[in-house]
């Protein structure tokens, strides 16, 4: 066995063992790798998952208190917002003079609200957090397969949060066309708030997708011996149901935003349409773009992404209660079928956002 854990994958070796190979192989004490590259260029997989909680609740705690300044503005229209108004009005600017809460701001707070409670969040929170962190225990790996990949994940994540957090503070604001970003409103409106959404989005996916490879590579080649697929813990299954999601589904919401990015910089017209009227006049655009073909590769992820904000969290209920009860999970077998044709139907029923598009109740 201990030839065996040796070769590769590197499995997780008993502590005694660990800590005696270690002693024989360099016969002195390991070197303090320092501040910076523990916490902040780690690859252990306990600090990055450590590192995405604490973003992603940070982000949440953000962008919580964005819904509280909207409620404060739906409740008491045209009120200052009481204790931070002032600050609001010198950090903003004009947008939110007097403290009041003015309709472009508004449709900033209610645009990124959305956008940091899905993509900065809960994402990151339930599926990078407690993924980095447990996986690779619950399975006897000694890491992610591929560490580097994972600190260059969480990078990107946090890059383009902080791409988004900047927004808030250029001329004209952040995004203000919600958080599906709908073309051609994305294009037509006249500040460089959606740019900046638009290469915070880009970091984020790519962000999603070093770590939903790296799930998937790690899920399959780094279980210990005799952990077969149907020895997995549920809250595995999970993640590499969701890594599968993110995997498929991203990339086209990728591509989408950077042909909207050249819709907005290039003046290209891939969701702008022939005869598109702004402020009463014809817009000044080649035309031939379909708005309906954004709102395809949005939803394309944006139905998916309701089970991967939810298979996360199914799988930590459900460890939790197998292990508090001291019982096997109960249908264990039929869970795992079920989790893998979630995830299939998922990719088949975006249509159903799009109820207003035309495209008729067949489809639907």
């Not at 790690?218 to 279980?223: E, Y």
């Not at 591509?255 to 290209?268: C, E, I, K, P, S």
């Not at 080649?286 to 992820?301: D, E, K, N, R, V």
Request: proline letters at 6%; a neutral charge; one cysteine or more.
């Amino acid at each position: 066995m201990d030839a065996i854990v040796h070769q590769f994958p590197p499995y997780r070796k008993d502590e005694a063992h660990h800590s005696q190979d270690a002693h024989d192989d360099h016969g002195h004490e390991h070197h303090d790798p320092g501040f910076w590259a523990k916490y902040i260029f780690s690859t252990d997989h306990k600090t990055i998952g450590i590192q995405y909680g604490f973003t992603a609740l940070c982000f949440m705690l953000f962008g919580f208190f964005l819904m509280l300044m909207m409620r404060w503005q739906i409740a008491h229209p045209g009120t200052p917002v009481p204790v931070i108004g002032p600050l609001l009005e010198k950090v903003l600017g004009q947008v939110a003079a007097k403290g009041v809460i003015s309709p472009e701001l508004y449709n900033s707070f209610g645009a990124m609200h959305g956008t940091i409670m899905v993509f900065l969040g809960i994402v990151p929170l339930a599926f990078a957090a407690f993924g980095n962190y447990v996986v690779p225990l619950m399975i006897g790996a000694v890491d992610m397969a591929f560490p580097r990949v994972n600190m260059a994940s969480y990078q990107a994540y946090f890059l383009g949060g902080l791409v988004m957090f900047i927004s808030f503070f250029i001329p004209g604001g952040a995004a203000q066309a919600g958080w599906t970003s709908y073309s051609p409103l994305a294009t037509t409106i006249p500040t460089h708030g959606q740019l900046f959404w638009i290469i915070g989005m880009v970091l984020l996916i790519s962000s999603s997708l070093l770590g939903a490879v790296n799930f998937i590579a790690t899920i399959i080649q780094l279980r210990a011996p005799g952990m077969t697929w149907m020895r997995l813990p549920f809250f595995v299954w999970a993640q590499f149901v969701t890594a599968f999601l993110l995997l498929l589904a991203f990339p086209p919401l990728e591509a989408a935003a950077v042909m909207q990015l050249m819709d907005n910089v290039a003046h290209t017209s891939f969701f702008l349409p022939t005869g598109l009227a702004v402020g009463g006049q014809l817009a000044n655009i080649s035309g031939g773009g379909s708005p309906l073909l954004w709102q395809h590769l949005f939803w394309f992820l944006g139905h998916p992404e309701v089970y991967v904000l939810i298979l996360p969290a199914m799988g930590i209920v459900c460890e939790i209660l197998a292990n508090n009860t001291r019982k096997p999970i109960w249908g264990y077998k039929s869970l795992v079928y079920s989790v893998l044709t979630i995830g299939f139907l998922s990719f088949i029923v975006w249509a159903h956002h799009m109820y207003l598009t035309g495209m008729g109740t067949k489809i639907l």
